[in-house]
């Protein structure tokens, strides 16, 4: 028996497994390997906001991009930089394209953005870089600050199977980047859509899966995803956005101002109130207060009649039903009576002035006129 109660307890001690810690991170490239490849371009002028030359010929401009020649390897090349040590939240956009010369050197994380960390400024994604009021009309780019996007649109997928299979090969190349919570594939059109449970992972993944390739050595076309137009899928953001907001306010709110709050409410709305502060109901759903309120003003006025003195009852004890203790509301009432006691002792009496007679002081008639 001792040795199974031994074993037992040796089972239910069993000490938890250590994290395994990061090390320093490597260096992705060395420098001058990547070589910078651009296809060709026709165009006379070179547009800023959408990083190509305009005024060329018209053919498609995604058919002509160039494999990426890096991709990130989080289990080899994520580890420990300096922005661990300056304490800087930005993760290095050229460690997720997997091509960062500076390893451990870095000043930004080598490491998949934490969805529980809150980056010092919400108008930049997870790389600092600054987002915009609009989208871009192809939805590229770094994306809008106005709308909360985790999904990504992965165009340009050769399919080899069934709408099954390629959700599976999908699923196999998004995940590394972050957790998914659902991926819908088109199938025939080859198209996917991928939404992230943290849009800073879709960040990430957005970047990370730029110009590269499934199973089949395709090139990948990596944009944000528009606004699902489904009804029920946008109720259901809408539904998420407000319970994310409402439980960060509660999160940073002093439950007990909380309490007082739903309290004061409460007795705003006539309803009694228990000793954690939720308005009592009985069970029709109706507050207790404003129902014992209602069947007073319904009961039937009885006529007056000579009725003998009923016998004093004994008060019942007060109850804890609102803010104020059952002490602060004592002795609310024992000022209330001292006060009504000195009121009745000593009456107020107003004298009104008596009037004053014409031989005192001076009146207006007793000054003479400017000829006198």
Known sequence: MSTMGSNVTETQVAAPKKQKKLKPARKQVKPGDVEKKEAPQTGKEYNIWYNKWAGGDREDSYSNKVKSQTRCNIKRDAGLTRANTTGNKYCCLFFARGCCP???????????PDASTTLPDTSKDCFARDKFADYRDDMGGVGSFQRQNRTLYIGRIKETG???????????????????????????????FVTYVSEMSAQFAKESMACQSLDNDEILNVR?????????????????????????????????????MRAIRALEDGNAVDGQGEAQEEDDGQPAAKRRRLEIEDAPQEPASV?????????????????????ALEGLKY??????????????????????????????????SDED
Not at 340 to 355: D, E, T
């Open 102 to 112: 500076y390893g451990w050197e870095c000043e930004y994380q080598h490491t998949l």
């Open 162 to 192: 069934t709408g099954v299979e390629t959700e599976e090969v999908v699923r196999r190349h998004f995940k590394e980047w972050g957790p998914i919570e659902k991926i819908r594939v088109l199938q025939y059109r080859s198209v996917a």
């Open 224 to 260: 944000w995803a528009t606004e699902d137009p489904n009804p029920t899928s946008k109720v259901e953001e809408r539904e998420r956005l407000e319970s994310i907001g409402r439980e960060a306010i509660q999160s940073k709110m002093d439950p007990r101002i909380v309490d007082a």
């Open 307 to 327: 009725q003998p003195d009923p016998e004093p009852e004994e008060e019942p004890q007060p109850q804890n039903t609102g803010l104020l203790s059952v002490d």
């Open 335 to 368: 000022f209330a009576e001292i006060r009504k006691r000195n009121a009745l002792g000593n009456p107020v009496v107003r004298v009104a002035p008596a009037p004053k007679s014409p031989s005192e002081g001076l009146g207006l008639a007793d000054y003479g």
